[in-house]
T-cell receptor, first 111, second 113 residues
């Protein structure tokens, strides 16, 4: 099983809303990631969790708040987003040796 | 030093032809080089990967060639098919830093029927 499951697949939210993106993997991977991807661009790293601890935060605005409840789950809490935050949000997980697997993403539209 | 440079930006190939995408890196700490294939609206899918201790890796129609001294690697897609039409990203990662991926800018491949 090399699956990373993300929910929801699509999300439309207003600028005053609070919503959460969810990610789950059962491959025993101890590193999990959030990426943001704009059209025709490569994924851009936002956060890295290693052994359930936040190890990298790529200067992401505080309106994005990650959470890793356990080794299989990763959440991204969203609050007071801007229209420019509309993008494909990707979750990934990897083993120590580097094989990273991505979920199908959540297409987020901020209105 | 963290960059991975990818070319071409777009590529059009006839069915049955060979597609070649090139990447170059600067950071000698990189020790794992995956390629990802991404269809519109989907997440990137790991296609094939190589470590710098080998010069070539082949999986079906996909081959990575790796030149450690030149710090370059490339993806060759043999017998290209219309179903291969997608965006391809090369990437690199180093041990430590929880294995974060440094991506190339992507190549939009179109295979004509």
């Amino acid at each position: 099983d090399t699956e990373v499951t993300q929910t929801p697949k699509h999300l439309v939210m207003g600028m005053t809303n609070k919503k959460s993106l969810k990610c789950e993997q059962h491959m025993g991977h101890r590193a999990m990631y959030w990426y943001k991807q704009k059209a025709k661009k490569p994924p851009e790293l936002m956060f890295v969790y290693s052994y359930e601890k936040l190890s990298i935060n790529e200067s992401v605005p505080s309106r994005f708040s990650p959470e890793c409840p356990n080794s299989s789950l990763l959440n991204l809490h969203l609050h007071a987003l801007q229209p420019e935050d509309s993008a494909l949000y990707l979750c990934a997980s990897s083993q120590v040796k580097g094989r990273a697997f991505f979920g199908q993403g959540t297409r987020l539209t901020v209105v | 030093q963290q960059q991975v440079k990818q070319s071409p930006q777009s590529l059009i190939v006839q069915k049955g032809g060979i597609s070649i995408i090139n990447c170059a890196y600067e950071n000698t700490a990189f020790d794992y080089f995956p390629w990802y294939q991404q269809f519109p609206g989907k997440g990137p899918a790991l296609l094939i990967a190589i470590r710098p201790d080998v010069s070539e890796k082949k999986e079906g129609r996909f081959t990575i060639s790796f030149n450690k001294s030149a710090k370059q690697f490339s993806l060759h897609i043999m017998d290209s098919q219309p179903g291969d039409s997608a965006t391809y990203f090369c990437a690199a990662t180093a041990s430590g830093s929880a294995r974060q991926l440094t991506f190339g800018s992507g190549t939009q491949l179109t295979v004509l029927p």
